[in-house]
C-alpha cells in the first residue's frame, strides 16, 4: 500500500470513530416527570423515599422534575380524584410562575402540626382511592401522575 492510501483510510477511520463517539454521547431527552414521596431531602431539595401508593395518614410531598430548564412561565397544577382514564371531581388547583432556569417545582403542603401535609389533607380525601396528579401549560399537558391512597 502506498502511503498517501494509509492516510486517507486513517483519516477516514478517524472521522468515523469521531461520528461513533459523537453518537454515543448524544443525550436522549427525557420528558418531565413527577415524582412523589413521603419525605423531602433538604440537602439536595428533592422528594425522597418515592412511592406510587400511600395511606391516608402518610405524608406526602411531590414535584415536577425535567432534566432541561422549563420552556414556559406559567403552568398549572391541578389534582383531581379518580385514576387517570376515569377522573373524577377536581379537588384543587393551582397557577404557578416559574423562571428560565427553573427545572424543578415542588409542592410541600405544611401540616398545622407540624411536617408535612398527609395524604388525606393534600389531596382533601374523604376516603381511600386514586388520586391524579397533572402539570399542565395553556397548550398541553406537561406531566400526569396517578397514586394509590389506601386506609
Known amino acids: 500500500?502506498?502511503?498517501?492510501?494509509?492516510?486517507?483510510?486513517?483519516?477516514?477511520?478517524?472521522?468515523?470513530?469521531?461520528?461513533?463517539?459523537?453518537?454515543?454521547?448524544?443525550?436522549?431527552?427525557?420528558?418531565?416527570?413527577?415524582?412523589?414521596?413521603?419525605?423531602?431531602?433538604?440537602?439536595?431539595n428533592r422528594v425522597a423515599d418515592t412511592a406510587s401508593s400511600f395511606t391516608l395518614k402518610d405524608p406526602v410531598v411531590f414535584e415536577l422534575v425535567s432534566e432541561t430548564h422549563f420552556e414556559f412561565t406559567e403552568m398549572e397544577c391541578i389534582v383531581y380524584e379518580g385514576t387517570i382514564k376515569n377522573r373524577g371531581p377536581e379537588k384543587w388547583r393551582r397557577q404557578v410562575k416559574t423562571t428560565p432556569n427553573q427545572n424543578t417545582y415542588a409542592v410541600r403542603g405544611k401540616a398545622r402540626k407540624g411536617g408535612f401535609?398527609?395524604?388525606?389533607?393534600?389531596?382533601?380525601?374523604?376516603?381511600?382511592?386514586f388520586v391524579t396528579i397533572e402539570f399542565k401549560t395553556k397548550d398541553s399537558v406537561i406531566a400526569i401522575k396517578e397514586i394509590e391512597v389506601r386506609k
Open 1 to 44: 500500500m502506498k502511503k498517501g492510501t494509509i492516510k486517507k483510510i486513517s483519516c477516514i477511520l478517524l472521522i468515523l470513530a469521531n461520528l461513533f463517539l459523537l453518537a454515543a454521547c448524544e443525550k436522549k431527552s427525557v420528558p418531565p416527570t413527577i415524582v412523589v414521596g413521603r419525605e423531602w431531602n433538604h440537602q439536595v
Open 117 to 129: 401535609m398527609s395524604a388525606k389533607e393534600l389531596f382533601r380525601l374523604k376516603k381511600e382511592g
